[in-house]
């Protein structure tokens, strides 16, 4: 009797999930429960929620990188907050304000996980959206606060639109990071000396172009180019555009020797000046 009771209860909430009906219960005098989706007089209304999992968070280790109670890591998509102290890990400027946000924004709540094209990183985290149950988008609003930037790496692109109006509204109000002197912009020729470790703003004028089997190399200088790989051509406007452009870059330097190199995945990480 119980399993048919309990067979019947998930029927009616699969059909209420895909057609949004309304689900109502009661009990008889013996204690006994009914479903039904037609209006009672005495039944209690059920709210029935979407078909979505939803999981805690069982640790937060930084802005954009979390675990969940079932032992899974979970990396923020089309997102990067600066660094927490660890080890091998220097803080960064930002680093915890964006930890200690994600963190109150975490407690007490559970989250669902949308997924894009790469479900996982080399390094086996999955990759992820998270949403709360009342609908934050957390990566969003990290971005939208100035707590991340923005890393959009195809094909992973959903919500890359809204992501890019949510970097612009923090950059406008000069929120979080941007209001920071240590991601101001570096023009391209100061860059001689140092490891200029994590993520940098460097500006310059495109000199020329080279290309390889690989890569389309833009030089700002003797010292400093971005590449872009041929694969994600079709997402950029032509190449030969930018020749002539003051243009910003963001992202992380490659130094070889007295060389500096970025590598650009999506438009959104160059800005014309």
């Known amino acids: 009797m119980l399993y048919a009771l309990l067979k019947s209860l998930v029927l009616m909430l699969a059909i209420s999930a895909v057609y949004a009906e309304e689900i109502y219960r009661w009990q008889d005098e013996n204690g006994k429960f009914y479903f039904s989706d037609k209006r009672r007089e005495g039944a209690e209304r059920l709210t029935i929620k979407p078909g979505y999992s939803y999981h805690r968070i069982q640790y937060v280790y930084d802005g954009d990188t979390v675990k969940l109670v079932d032992g899974r ?14 080890r091998n890990k220097n803080a960064e400027a930002g680093g915890e304000e964006a930890k200690r946000w994600l963190t109150h924004a975490l407690k007490g709540k559970r989250v669902r996980l949308v997924l894009d ?29 100035g707590l991340a930037s ?11 639109g809204e ?4 970097q612009d509204e923090a950059e ?11 991601y101001r912009i570096k023009p391209a020729p100061s860059l001689r000396t140092g490891n200029h470790r994590g993520w940098q703003r460097i500006s310059g004028r495109v000199k020329k172009i080279r290309t390889t089997r690989k890569y389309v190399y833009l030089t700002l200088g003797e010292r400093v180019d971005f590449r872009i790989e041929r694969a994600n051509l079709d997402l950029f406007p032509n190449p030969n555009s930018y020749v002539g452009k003051e243009v910003e870059i963001r992202g992380w330097l490659n130094r070889s020797k007295k060389h500096f190199s970025m590598l650009i995945r999506h438009p959104s990480s160059v800005k014309m000046l």
């Open 73 to 86: 890591k979970i990396r923020l998509l089309g997102i990067n907050t600066p660094e927490v102290e660890g």
């Open 172 to 182: 406008k109000n000069s929120r979080g990071i941007w209001r920071l002197p240590e």
């Open 150 to 160: 923005l890393s959009i790496f195809p094909p992973n692109l959903l919500y890359s």
């Open 163 to 166: 992501l890019i109006r949510a």
């Open 117 to 145: 094209s790469e479900p996982k990183d080399k390094y086996g985290r999955t990759l992820a959206h998270l949403f709360t149950e009342d609908g934050l988008h957390l990566n969003f609003e990290l971005v939208r606060l």
